[in-house]
């Protein structure tokens, strides 16, 4: 059983780049690596879709999307904190 099978009936596009990364996980990690940042950023390009609150920023890569200010408030702080 995957630990991405939520994702199956509704976010059929994420499901697949999750389970591959998942497989490859153990067997492939620098493959795993490049679903799982394929996976983000699927999530990210949706929520920015769908999410009627955020505000595109100057650019449209990564790193500017997940620090967009309405992106961050909406996300909060749990996302960027790294535990110590």
């Not at 690596?33 to 983000?40: E, H, K, V």
């Not at 999410?51 to 996300?75: C, M, N, V, W």
Request: net charge negative; glycine share 4%; hydrophobic share 40%.
């Amino acid at each position: 059983m995957s630990n991405f099978a939520f994702l199956q009936c509704e976010w059929f596009t994420l499901y697949g780049a999750a389970i591959y990364a998942e497989e490859m996980a153990n067997t492939d990690s620098r493959t795993a690596c490049f679903y799982s940042r394929c996976t983000l950023e699927l999530a990210v390009d949706w929520l920015y879709k769908h999410g009627k609150s955020l505000r595109l920023p100057y650019q449209d890569h990564l790193g500017a999307l997940i620090h967009e200010p309405s992106f961050k408030a909406t996300a909060s702080d749990a996302v960027f904190t790294k535990p110590q």
